[in-house]
């Protein structure tokens, strides 16, 4: 290892010179000093500030659209060691697998396994669906936001701290300035010179000449870290003025996330949309009229929610041509039991009133509408609207 003592010590001396210029005593100069730029304590202001709330931002967004902790620290590995992140299947695809997958050993043509295979179909569409809404606001709206942090904000906080050094330079040869012009007052200032000391008045004359020759030489220093204090000052000038620049860019940023998002909603609703008619069309036997549109939640005059109340189907325009409840007989397979969910006063003599709570029997016959079935309770048989009806098994 090469350990060089001098330059060790010239910059230990150059720390403990920094550490004396930044003493609070002189934090009054520093303020005066600071005056070459008006704007300089808005633009500094505006910068940090950008870059504190473009790093939540950023955060909160990476928390958006990859909320596993492990799969962020991956993919920022693979970034610093510049490899391409491996392709990660989203949480919607892996559901859908695991459905469709079920549905295999259940069997596809039952009507779960049907069902869980068509399901998992749309899953596995609203994980694809989701992965490129994460593609694309990854390029669009973080990529942006993190040249910000680790390109511009790192080269305008180096110019920052390098136009500190210059002035802090300039300081420096100021005051040697200073120190050079007083000695050469005092070196010219001697006291009277007596002819029995004449070596007094040539030592004079070589002091006062020494002097002059050191001030001649800080004031060049000054002129050339003047010089650089203002090339600096004006290079850092113009980086603090360009944020503006910065916001505008952010704000295309931001319209094209919001333009990704909705897309991706859309998306999503549409994907959900078919997947209720798929199902209404699968299930229609089974479980009539389970994909139905509920009404919107309403007040009675009691006060309470009317939304849990279903309308039932007109009694009338349901009824099957030539049908007679009495003569209808339960099948000897496929009777289920159902619990009643709210009181329902039967319109007719086909029709079977119905009190909450209690459980009854219910079948379905060829030709009834899926928004019927037929009750049993005891010697009561009638028609019962599905809606106010829990199948039980």
């Known amino acids: 290892m090469d350990f060089n003592v001098k330059k060790l010590a010239s910059d230990a001396g150059v720390f403990f010179t920094r550490a004396v210029q930044f003493t609070p005593k002189k934090s009054w100069a520093r303020q005066r000093r ?60 892996l559901l859908g697998q695991y459905m469709q ?102 030592l004079s004359a070589s002091a006062s000449a020494l002097w002059s020759e050191e001030v001649s030489k800080a004031e060049h220093e000054l002129r050339v870290a003047q010089t650089e204090f203002d090339r600096q000052a004006e290079v850092t000038r113009l980086l603090l003025e360009g944020i503006s620049s910065t916001h505008v ?35 229609g036997d089974t479980f009539p009229n389970t994909f139905t549109v509920t009404p919107s939640i309403s007040a009675g005059p009691s006060g309470v929610a009317q939304s849990a109340m279903p309308a039932a189907p007109h009694s009338k325009a349901m009824e099957a041509d030539g049908l007679k409840i009495e003569e209808v007989q339960a099948p000897a397979a496929g009777t289920r039991k159902a619990k009643v969910l709210y009181d329902y006063d039967a319109a007719d003599a086909t029709e079977l009133s119905l009190m909450a709570d209690e459980l009854i029997t219910v079948y379905t016959v060829p030709g009834m509408d899926p928004d019927w079935l037929i009750g049993e309770r005891g010697n009561q048989k009638g028609k019962v609207p599905v809606t106010y009806l829990e199948l039980l098994s």
């Open 34 to 93: 600071l005056s070459w730029m008006p704007t300089w304590r808005t633009c500094s202001l505006e910068l940090t500030c950008t870059k504190n709330w473009t790093e939540k931002i950023y955060r909160q967004t990476e928390i958006l659209l990859q909320p596993n902790p492990s799969a962020r620290i991956e993919e920022f590995f693979y970034e610093k060691l510049d490899k391409k992140i491996p392709s990660r299947i989203t949480n919607g695809e």
């Open 249 to 283: 860019n952010h704000l295309r940023c931001l319209h094209e996330f919001v333009e990704a998002q909705a897309t991706y909603y859309a998306q999503c609703h549409r994907l959900m949309q078919e997947l209720q008619r798929e199902l209404a069309s699968l299930s």
């Open 101 to 202: 997958d079920a549905a295999n050993d259940f069997g596809a043509a039952t009507p779960y396994g049907s069902t869980l295979m068509k399901v998992g179909e749309y899953q596995r569409k609203l994980g694809e669906t989701e992965r490129e809404f994460m593609q694309t606001s990854a390029i669009s709206f973080l990529t942006p936001l993190r040249n910000f942090l680790e390109g511009d904000w790192r080269t305008i906080s180096r110019e920052r701290r390098l136009l500190e050094n210059r002035r802090l330079d300039l300081d420096v040869c100021k005051a040697r300035l200073k120190k050079a012009k007083v000695a050469e007052a005092k070196a010219s200032a001697m006291p009277d010179f007596q002819e029995t000391r004449p070596r007094n008045y040539v």
